[in-house]
């Protein structure tokens, strides 16, 4: 197997130039950087629009813009920072690390690795072409949530939808054949000796979350082909005046939604899972349950997504039969949390800024869990369901968790991509500033939501304006300090301590192994595991 | 000079709102229903239990934090795995799940049950207001938000119930099992109030159902809950609980309104008149999409000034709101409309903002184009 691939390496292995290099290239690492830019850029976009909302939002009234260009904010920043930052921003992840952590010298399907990037742009430029369009009074954009319930999306849309539903298949694609990908690279090119339970544990979480995006995916695009079917020949899946059914489209697309919240959050355990032993010097606690951990949060996430259907009127032996399913996700959940404390106890830490990342990231994604097991509860959530105690909810797993844990990667290995350390004082400023006012911006949700506020209204009654208010001052603190994390970035890639092959004190692993910069192919011979 | 006074007002009014309230709410209401007591205790179990195991897991990490660290000249420790606490940190969850399964099973069984309910109210969702269908009594209406346009964008001081307050309440007698049935008449919507621990969606093609037994007379606010387009946020839900008694007064001075709007509708009106009401109906009805000043929003919904039906056929006129134009967002408005009231927004299209056509549209009129 691996001598096949050493072969067709042979006559590339020079480094390509120019805008070519980036075009037409192959090589996991450039694609991988590709990825990650892609992602960076589009978090400030789509976080430019969460400050749009926060800026409307900061006192009861319309002061800034129109309702109807509020619904479009929130419906892009939704898209956006789900399919454009965090989901991007894991395949650069997986592009960089994956081959370097099993010891292959690149992914096993490179060509189809080229295209799967280049589809998101065009992706995103039709999503955002919508909105330039409505910003230049040519209709809206899509305006019905990132959820897009029918018929909101479907007889009432506006005709921007069927640029987001073209937007939709290209993004399905990309993803599915990076899973593709990621898959064959983990079953074909792992080091002699590396067996499936000796793989780091990032590359287990992607391996898992590699198949539910195959699974997942496909149902995705079903459910806006069947929408443009409804918007454009005549059929009626989801419409009841035709024979259709609304809550259908609901369950078809939280069949998709549910696993895909998964896909946003399992590569982040992974990284977690490596970041905690190297700065507590120890070894992973627990790392078969860790495993056997994911393997199940993955089954479960595929039996429980109708808990995001709690007030359509299901039938109550539903509503048990979710509440229940719903509830066990906890316990692996839970095993992994204890498993990275464990890890933490009687190490010998230090608290380098992937690190204060990995910490904050297990104190923030955990309350976002408690808030989780709260919603699940059905007769609760009758009062939770569709309030800002669920914007809340998932701000704390995708900003505080999701994110975070994108963050602590990028500083985790950032001094492998470049061979630079990054600046530690500017990395801990980012970090302070970021863990900081993330809480005063979402934490204050958790209670205007119990109080009653819903979400998605550009306008609210006197009594959530303290906190409204709270939250915009973090927002507008979280935004600007993310130009301290670009500059960093930027800094170390331009130069700065050179780093050593090991880099952190800790670390172990193939890719430490590596020189820093990792070469252009990564294992041209493949090391042995014992 | 117009812009530059806005933004003073704006600013000079966000001073004064920022001090006249301080009520906020942190917490979950307890509100005054079964269902609403139901939700609250265990949403406080839940949260109880949530703040013990946090308390145990982040006090464990602190401590670990603190003590294990490399700059107290910590040491690693060698061990990696331990099947028992594994095992137990499994089954402990598990049991602790189960402990808040059962009082959950316990409050939704109880919210489901439907039966034996006394009385039947269907509630329509519709773009952007609610409507009330008392079954078996014939009193129906529409309840539209009454809060001022003046006070959203910030020329007038905001009142106490602001976005909370609506022209015509849904009123319910205390004490009464009262059935609701939800449906919709476009998008999905959902009726919540919280105070009743009550949410439930309203879906075109659905009928769902939900029950309410209110103990307090009393006016009890809440919101549509699920985004149904531009004005998710103006829709809001106010019910008033009464005594018997005055539910039932309630009841026939609803029936004695009908029939006097029934009566005008016969009777020929003055075009002042007609202009007045149609002002009216226009800004409750038509003005969200089509705006105040007719110019509605370009590409999004036609502005009626200067528009060639409002200036030409006054049948054509008629037709449009009677029947509403398919597969966009102008209803059918026949159903929820008068004669008169259709008589007299149409009256008012073709001579506010300079369309002055000069016509008068007679209920009459209206009434032959059914
Ligand atoms: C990686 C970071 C983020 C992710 C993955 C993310 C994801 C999401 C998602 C999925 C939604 C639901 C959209 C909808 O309701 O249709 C949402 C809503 C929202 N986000 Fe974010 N978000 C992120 C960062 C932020 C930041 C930094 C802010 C504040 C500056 C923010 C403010 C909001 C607000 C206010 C809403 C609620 C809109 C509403 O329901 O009315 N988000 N976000
Ligand atoms: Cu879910
Ligand atoms: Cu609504």
């Not at chain 1, 929130?74 to 952590?101: D, K, R, S």
């Not at chain 2, 095992?87 to 316990?106: E, G, K, S, Y």
């Not at chain 2, 539209?144 to 976005?163: A, D, H, V, W």
Request: proline share 5%; charged share 15%.
């Amino acid at each position: 197997m691996s001598a096949v691939i050493e072969e067709t390496h042979e006559h590339h292995d020079h480094k390509p130039t120019g805008i070519g290099r980036w075009l037409f290239s192959t090589n996991h690492k450039d694609i991988g950087t590709m990825y990650l830019w892609f992602s960076f850029i589009m978090f400030f976009v789509g976080g430019s629009m969460a400050l749009v909302i926060r800026a409307e939002l900061f006192q009861p009234g319309l002061q800034l813009i129109e309702p109807e260009f509020f619904n479009q904010m929130t419906t892009l920043h939704g898209l956006i920072m789900v399919f454009g930052v965090i989901m991007p921003a894991f395949v650069g992840l997986a592009n960089w690390m994956v081959p370097m952590m099993i010891g292959a010298p690149d992914m096993a399907l490179p060509r189809m690795n080229n295209w799967s990037f280049w589809l998101l742009p065009g992706a995103f430029g039709l999503l955002i072409a919508s909105l330039v369009m409505s910003l230049m009074g040519m209709g809206s954009a899509p305006n019905f949530g990132w959820t897009f319930y029918a018929p909101l999306s479907t007889t009432y849309g506006p005709s921007s939808t069927d640029f987001f539903i073209f937007s939709v298949h290209l993004m399905g694609i990309s993803s599915i054949m990076g899973a593709i990908n990621i898959i064959a690279t983990i079953m074909n090119m792992r080091a002699p000796g590396m067996t499936y339970m000796k793989m780091p544990i990032f590359v287990w979480t992607w391996f898992i979350t590699a198949y539910l995006l195959i699974a997942v995916m496909p149902v995705l695009a079903g459910v806006v082909t069947m929408m443009l079917m409804d918007r454009h020949f005549g059929t009626s899946f989801f419409n009841a005046a035709g024979g259709g059914d609304p809550v259908l489209f609901q369950h078809v697309f939280w069949f998709f939604g549910h696993p895909e919240v998964y896909i946003m959050i399992l590569p982040s355990f992974g990284i977690i899972s490596q970041i905690v032993p190297t700065f507590a010097r120890k070894k992973i606690f627990g790392y078969s349950s860790m495993v056997y951990a994911t393997a199940s949060i993955a089954f479960l996430s595929f039996i429980v997504w109708a808990h995001h259907m709690f007030t359509t009127g299901m039938p109550v032996a539903g509503e048990l039969f979710f509440m229940y399913a719903t509830m066990l996700i906890a316990i692996p959940t839970g095993v992994k949390v204890f498993n990275w404390v464990s890890t933490m106890w009687k190490g010998s830490m230090t608290f380098e800024t992937p690190m204060l990342f990995a910490i904050a990231f297990i104190f923030l994604f955990t309350i976002g869990g408690f808030t989780g097991l709260m919603l699940c509860i059905a007769p609760a959530d009758f009062q939770y369901h569709d309030t800002y105690f669920v914007v809340a909810h998932f701000h704390y797993v995708l900003v505080t968790g999701a994110a975070f844990g994108i963050m602590a990667g990028v500083y985790y290995w950032i001094p492998k991509w470049t061979g630079n350390m990054y600046d530690e004082k500017l990395g801990k400023l980012h970090f302070w500033l970021t863990a900081i006012s993330s809480n005063v911006l979402f934490f204050p949700m958790h209670f205007v939501g119990l109080a009653g506020m819903p979400r998605r209204i550009p306008d609210y009654s006197l009594q959530f304006a303290e906190f409204n208010a709270m939250a915009t001052v973090g927002a507008f603190v979280f935004g600007f300090s993310q130009l301290i994390f670009l500059y960093n970035v930027l800094k170390t890639q331009r130069g700065g301590v050179k780093a050593t092959s090991k880099v952190w004190e800790g670390a172990e692993g193939l890719e430490w192994t590596l020189p820093s910069p990792a070469p252009f192919h990564s294992f041209t011979t493949p090391p042995t595991v014992k | 000079m117009r812009a530059a006074t806005r933004v003073a007002g704006i600013l000079g009014l966000m001073l004064i709102s920022g001090l006249s309230h301080a009520a906020y709410q942190l917490n979950m209401t307890p509100g005054v229903t079964s269902f609403s007591q139901g939700a609250y205790d265990i949403h406080m179990m839940v949260m109880w239990i949530c703040v013990v195991i946090g308390i145990v897991v982040f006090g464990a990490m602190i401590y670990s934090i603190v003590k294990h660290r490399k700059a107290k000249g910590a040491v690693a420790a060698d061990f990696h795995e331990n099947t028992t606490i594994e095992v137990v940190w499994t089954i402990i969850p598990f049991l602790i799940l189960i402990a808040m399964a059962i009082p959950a099973t316990r409050v939704l069984l109880a919210m489901e049950d439907t039966s034996n309910s006394e009385m039947s109210i269907k509630v329509t969702g519709y773009q952007w207001k609610w409507h009330y269908d008392y079954l078996g009594e014939d009193v129906s209406f529409f309840s539209n938000m009454s809060t001022p346009m003046e006070q959203i964008e910030g020329m007038e001081q905001k009142g106490e119930n602001y976005l909370l307050e609506v022209d015509n309440k849904m009123v319910i007698p205390v004490n009464k099992k009262v059935r609701l049935l939800f449906t919709s008449n476009d998008v999905i919507h959902a009726w919540w109030v919280p105070e009743f621990g009550v949410k439930k969606d309203s879906i075109p093609g659905y009928i769902n159902e939900s029950w309410i037994e209110v103990p307090e007379p009393g006016i009890y606010r809440g919101k549509c809950a699920e985004l149904c387009g531009q004005y998710h946020g103006f829709m809001p839900v106010v019910v008033e609980a009464k005594s018997e008694e005055d539910y039932v007064a309630w009841l026939d001075s609803q029936r004695a309104m009908a029939a006097e709007a029934a009566a005008s509708a016969e009777k020929t009106w003055t075009q002042a008149d007609l202009m007045n009401q149609g002002e009216k109906v226009y800004k409750t009805a038509c003005a969200a999409c089509h705006q105040a000043n007719g110019e509605g929003l370009p590409n999004v919904f036609p502005g009626l000034k200067g528009s060639a039906v409002a200036l030409g056929d006054i049948a054509k006129h008629i037709d449009i709101i009677i029947n509403g134009v398919s597969g966009t967002s102008m209803q059918a408005f026949g159903a929820q409309l008068n004669d008169a009231d259709i008589a007299a927004v149409v009256t008012y299209e073709r001579n506010a903002w300079g369309n002055d056509t000069g016509d008068v549209v007679q209920p009459a009129d209206v009434k032959a184009a059914r």
